[in-house]
T-cell receptor, first 112, second 112 residues
Framework: GDSVTQMEGPVTLSEEACLTI???????????LFWYVQYPGEGLQLLLKATKADDKGSNKGFEATYRKETTSFHLEKGSVQVSDSAVYFCALRPNTGNQFYFGTGTSLTVIP | DVKVTQSSRYLVKRTGEKVFLECVQDMDHENMFWYRQDPGLGLRLIYFSYDVKMKEKGDIPEGYSVSREKKERFSLILESASTNQTSMYLC???????????FGPGTRLTVL
């Protein structure tokens, strides 16, 4: 069945360090791929998305590229800030139906 | 902006009580979802609904039921709350055929 596997945390980085959170998926066809972010005490917010192979989603300095050949959608940021501390979820929506599949989440803490 | 609201941020109930969690969205979305979020397990889908009075079981429906009498409102019901239902409950909505889910702030339920 469809599923998402993402890098386990927690991840702790110093401010201005580079971030990569790995995400791979299993799905038939061409799903849409997402990264959601959950700040402390809040619900999930869409961070970025990509709907077809080789698309790059980007927002707030974060990027992720839809790689069909490696079934991956890794989240990257060149220089993290304290305000990026949150839990990040990789997700997919199959190309049929309305159900989403989420990874287990990766907690990021950025220290000054 | 899409707004998804949940009736309570925090709720404390006793074992055996009947519990109602309410979710309302204001953007005429057809699809609504209930998830529970637990550490190390990520988001797990309980139920979803793609139209008024329609519902589909998700991955973990046992011990829960839902009601969707109006398009904007999706209720999650714990018929007889148990301690293993202590969790964060997240509601989400989306337009049919659209990629993005919009989440409410969550309800942290504690069952004593």
């Amino acid at each position: 069945g469809d599923s998402v596997t993402q890098m386990e945390g927690p991840v702790t980085l110093s401010e201005e360090a580079c971030l990569t959170i790995n995400c791979t998926y299993t799905a038939t066809g061409y799903p849409s791929l997402f990264w959601y972010v959950q700040y402390p005490g809040e619900g999930l917010q869409l961070l970025l998305k990509a709907t077809k192979a080789d698309d790059k989603g980007s927002n707030k300095g974060f990027e992720a590229t839809y790689r069909k050949e490696t079934t991956s959608f890794h989240l990257e940021k060149g220089s993290v800030q304290v305000s990026d501390s949150a839990v990040y979820f990789c997700a997919l929506r199959p190309n049929t139906g309305n159900q989403f599949y989420f990874g287990t989440g990766t907690s990021l803490t950025v220290i000054p | 902006d899409v707004k998804v609201t949940q009736s309570s941020r925090y709720l404390v109930k006793r074992t055996g009580e009947k519990v109602f969690l309410e979710c309302v969205q204001d953007m005429d979305h057809e699809n609504m979802f209930w998830y529970r979020q637990d550490p190390g397990l990520g988001l797990r889908l309980i139920y979803f609904s793609y139209d008024v009075k329609m519902k589909e079981k998700g991955d973990i429906p046992e011990g829960y039921s839902v009601s969707r009498e109006k398009k904007e409102r999706f209720s999650l019901i714990l018929e007889s709350a148990s301690t293993n239902q202590t969790s964060m409950y997240l509601c989400a909505s989306s337009l049919s055929g659209q990629d993005t889910q919009y989440f409410g702030p969550g309800t942290r339920l504690t069952v004593l």
